[in-house]
């Protein structure tokens, strides 16, 4: 299976900063790399797919970039509801072994 | 709008079965090129890919779960399931359905644009 590997796995950060949370996968998967937000008690939801095409509605101080096996989400300016847990997401392998990064939990400094 | 929800027990004891059904409403299950998906998540631990069905039947299962998963589809109730059998604790999780759009025609790479909102279970006599 590939690996997905997430880091940092926590970060703190205030209102206003810009932040970047990198994703990792164990081989080539392309572009193949989707990210999502999760919130307290919620399902995820959808923010970039193919590593960095933003979803409809999505803010676009969200963006995703990155290929082959380095990715990153960056987000330019926090507001209060992005403080989120993040999961990056390969959709390269077979629909049979999709794997998804440990999450990266946002929380406000 | 499509919608998606999980349903079924919220309880199970150790080595039974684990049955979910996801209803899709707002949408026909058999829409081209969905597939649709589920997707654990044991407690305060990150996501785990279940596996995947079309409204054909086709499906992929994730193989450390292939030998005990079934998934099924019932395209007249536009509803598909999952059955999980011989679960212990560790199946213990929240279970998600979601929606599966291919990222391009004729494409066999996807993405999980629409979720359910989850369904708690545990594994427990």
């Known amino acids: 299976d590939i690996q997905m590997t997430q880091s940092p796995s926590s970060l703190s950060a205030s209102v206003g900063d810009r932040v970047t949370i990198t994703c990792r996968a164990s081989h080539n998967i392309d572009i193949y790399l989707n990210w999502y937000q999760q919130k307290p008690g919620k399902a995820p939801n959808l923010l970039i797919y193919g590593a960095s095409n933003l979803r409809a509605g999505v803010p676009s101080r969200f963006s995703g970039s990155g290929s082959g096996t380095d990715f990153t989400l960056t987000i330019s300016s926090l507001l209060p509801e992005d403080f989120a847990t993040y999961h990056c997401q390969q959709s390269y392998d077979s629909l049979a072994r999709y794997t998804f990064g440990q999450g990266t939990k946002l929380e406000i400094k | 709008q499509l919608q998606l929800q999980e349903s079924g027990p919220g309880l199970v004891k150790p080595s039974e079965t684990l049955s979910l059904t996801c209803t899709v409403s707002?949408?026909?299950?058999?829409?081209?090129?969905?597939?649709w998906g589920w997707i654990r998540q044991p407690p305060g631990k990150g996501l785990e890919w279940i596996g995947g069905i079309y409204y054909t039947g086709n499906n992929y299962c994730n193989p450390s779960l292939k030998s005990r998963v079934t998934l099924s589809v019932d395209t007249s109730k536009n509803d598909f399931s999952l059955r999980l059998s011989s679960v212990t604790a560790a199946d213990t999780a929240v279970y998600y359905c979601?929606?599966?759009?291919?990222?391009?025609?004729?494409?066999?790479?996807?993405?999980?644009?629409?979720w359910g909102k989850g369904t708690t279970v545990t594994v427990s006599s």
């Open positions: 707002g949408g026909a299950i058999s829409s081209s090129p969905y597939y």
């Open positions: 979601a929606r599966l759009p291919t990222y391009a025609s004729g494409s066999y790479r996807f993405y999980m644009d629409v």
